[in-house]
């Protein structure tokens, strides 16, 4: 078995009851954050050094916003806040001129409602009636009670029992929980000792190469046709107040979407590793991408796309690994450096490789392949030692074979029984 955690998401069926309540913390969390924040500043400017969170805590807990969160809660804003400076300075460490520190939370006099974290000495949970009792702070327990009782909802499929943690996050238009549960999974038998390499892009959402010469396409049509419709109509309307109400819904009906989405496909991919007996697949760290700004980005246009869709990549990448995982398959975060310029037939690292209508040209041995495909084969090749004469262009890797998602029942199928594109 395998001890890890999984994190559902939970609605919260009585919001008006503790709506007010949840506000209060929400602010207060804000408002402890800037403390810290203006703490901070002061170490900065004084010695320049950044203080950790433990520096905070015991330098803070005397303070009076400390005590309008739970004690647990309070310090996990000190640790967020910490955590942020820390990456900042990575950042700026690696000469990286975007990174900005975290800033204070306020518009004007109004403070935002930040997230607000309980911890197991925070929370009591009625399983049974699906109720969680989080704990307020001293300063906000009022005479009627010292904690927020919320009764929830999850995904039908879903058991919340071994809460480590109860995040409630504001969406811009009502309160959700976060469960964050501890759960042991078993842990299969890896279905082979194959591999498979992916490569996440923008024209096609994902390429895979198999060690057998299999290739695949998922050009992500469900995506594009809900951002182009969404942006067209309504998803962009933002007037001076930030979005409409209207504007709002259409942005929450796609994150849904697009969640359902990249569920789908984790999952699938996962099945077509399991008929590929693949143990072992290796996918492009995105992470790096932003270290990585030689000139490629404006020949091959792909990369910078990239960068501003890092985070929802992440997000794809770690539903897969959960799932894999529960598969017995290890999935490998690889450098992508190189992937796409690499000739994955003779080996060839050239800039002048030409890409042409999602084409791979190599000017050495004249191979012509899909260039994500090409991208997927190399990323493979970080975790292998097989030779690539198995890869070699058999036709089978300039014509993938594409599937596209139905929406409707929410899975995937190669292109030609759902119809070919013009
Ligand atoms: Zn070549």
Redesign the pocket.
Known sequence: MLETTRTYRAKIVNHQQVSDDLDQCGFSASKLWNVARYYTQGRWDEDGEIPDDGELKSELKEHERYSDLHSQSSQRVLEELAESFTSWYKARQRGDEDANPPGYRKHGDEHPRSTVTWKQKGIRHDAKHNQLRLSKGFNLKTHRSDFILCEYETRPDVTVENIQQVRAVWNGDHWELHLVCKVEIPVEDAPGDNTAGIDLGIKNYLAIAYDDGDAELYPGNVLKQDKHYFTLDEYDTEGENGPSRRALRARQKLSRRKDHFLHALAKHIVERCIDHEVGHIAIGDLSEIREDENGESRNWGKRGNKKLHGWEFDRFTTLLEYKAEEHGILVDRTSERDTSKT??????KRDA?RVERGLYV??????TMNADVNGAVNIRRKITQNPPTRDMSNGRLARPVAYLFNQTSGSFHPREQVGCEP
């Open positions: 000739c994955s037939c003779c080996g060839r490789n190599c000017e050495s041995c004249g191979t």
